[in-house]
């Protein structure tokens, strides 16, 4: 029987590797313009590192985190970057200096969903985090950092989605406010919102369900709702971002799916991904460092979906080339060929230089030939008893198919002046 991976999670290589390694390289540079540095985390945590930070009642903690049980104790395997990233503050004292600290994480995440196109049980997160800094400039510089990656790589075809949670206090009173309103209708929201109804009701709003959605239309709007600091805070970020050139739009019924948010939360969505359209998405969540125990620090951040990102840049066919090729294919035919070859090959890659060459010494031309095509070669290389005899080698250019004879003596320096040239 033919053992194959875990549905939803996927093996990566190739040229879609090469694609996945140009577009990561390209966004730890963005993340380095705005002096981000890079934190890396542990897959397993302590399952509390979850439950009771990101929200008992949120999807992930109630049904989408891997469990490993072991004799003594019960971990999983990270569903999300925020709280594992808490924790590594936390124990390592990381805003000790009270000054303003970015991090960012390219780490693989792992939620037990339903996998589709664009939603994986092992999936690849970029995040960023930024702590000490309780500001609405910090929250714009954010949602200018994600909005940055996606226009570098050239895809407009999106919206940034604004809103406020508000804070503890006024989040509190628009609960009340919310219950009041569905209250009556109750019996008309899905099991899944009649269940959200007592603990989690602003999470009605988020529901998918075109009942649930029709009634939530007309449910009273926590912009509406907001305190004075909030609403302040709100209006100030929003005035960030437009001086930042970031074209948004408020929407009141982003709730986001995860339990520690206050004030800002945003989301970007792309119709370019189909059901599952949050490329990215965030905000400021002040209130986790409490939950862990520890002292009030505020801190604000996003998560982006590389698969999702990949989609996207696939749709507007803005990957780069799948492959990359060898400069040069040796081709040695004979022993004494092989002896020449070999090392030559060797000291070329120790210049950096990718040349291939076969060590099967029992092949002809016209499999050398037909190697360095598969494999895309620029040049290949041949050297037979006859090239031997006359202290030559012959080079040939794969794609114009011209071939021209270098002396032995000066094949190396040679070899490298053409490597230098080519793409
Ligand atoms: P999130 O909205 O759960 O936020 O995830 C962020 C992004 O990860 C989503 O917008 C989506 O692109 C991608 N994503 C989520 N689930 C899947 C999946 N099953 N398969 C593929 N991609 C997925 C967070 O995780 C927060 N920690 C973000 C954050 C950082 N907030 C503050 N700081």
């Not at 800094?133 to 790589?153: M, R």
């Not at 930042?244 to 792309?270: C, H, K, M, Q």
Request: overall charge neutral; glycine content about 6%.
């Amino acid at each position: 029987m033919e053992i194959r991976s875990v549905r939803g999670m996927s093996d990566l290589f190739g040229g879609e590797l090469h694609q996945w390694s140009h577009v990561e390289g390209k966004i730890k540079e963005i993340f380095k313009s705005f002096g981000y540095s890079e934190i890396r985390t542990p897959v397993l945590e302590k399952i509390e590192v979850f439950s009771g930070t990101v929200g008992d009642e949120t999807d992930i903690v109630e049904k989408q985190m891997y469990r490993v049980v072991t004799d003594s104790e019960t971990y999983v395997l990270r569903p999300e970057g925020t709280a594992s990233f808490m924790r590594a503050v936390i124990e390592h004292r990381l805003n000790s200096s009270g000054q303003a600290s970015r991090f960012f994480y390219y780490l693989p995440m792992f939620r037990h969903e339903r996998p589709q196109k664009g939603r994986l049980r092992q999936f690849h997160q970029f995040g960023a985090e930024l702590i000490n800094d309780a500001s609405p400039e910090a929250d714009a510089e954010l949602i200018t950092v994600l909005d940055q990656i996606y226009k570098s790589f050239g895809i407009s075809e999106y919206q940034v989605r604004v809103n406020s949670v508000g804070c503890n206090q006024c989040r509190n009173s628009y609960k009340e406010t919310l219950k009041q309103f569905f209250k009556p209708k109750l019996q008309e929201l899905c099991e899944q919102c009649q269940k959200r109804f007592d603990r989690a009701a602003m999470r009605i709003l988020d529901c998918k369900r075109e009942t649930c959605r029709d009634i939530a239309k007309s449910a009273p709007l926590i912009t509406h709702c907001l305190c004075a600091d909030c609403k302040a805070h709100h209006e100030k970020m929003k005035h960030c971002l437009t001086k930042a050139n970031v074209t948004f739009e408020e929407d009141p019924y982003i709730v986001r799916g995860l339990d520690y948010y206050t004030r800002t939360a945003f989301e970007f969505t792309s119709n370019l991904l189909g059901a599952q359209d949050a490329l990215g998405g965030g905000g400021r969540y002040d209130g986790l460092s409490a939950r862990f125990g520890a002292e009030s620090f505020p801190a604000v951040g996003f998560g982006l979906g590389m698969e999702r990102l990949m989609i996207a840049l696939q749709e507007k066919q803005l990957l780069p080339e799948t492959a990359s090729a060898p400069v040069f294919f040796f081709a040695p035919i004979g022993e004494k060929a092989f002896e020449i070859l070999y090392p030559l090959s060797l000291r070329l890659k120790r210049h950096g230089i990718w040349c291939d060459m076969s060590y099967d010494k029992t092949k002809g031309l016209k499999w050398f030939l037909k190697q360095a095509n598969r494999v895309n070669a620029k040049y290949s290389l041949l050297l037979g008893d006859e090239e031997l005899k006359n202290n030559i080698a012959v080079l040939k250019d794969m794609k114009q198919g011209s071939q021209e004879n270098i002396p032995l003596a000066s094949l190396e320096n040679e070899l490298l002046r053409r490597a230098q040239h080519a793409p």
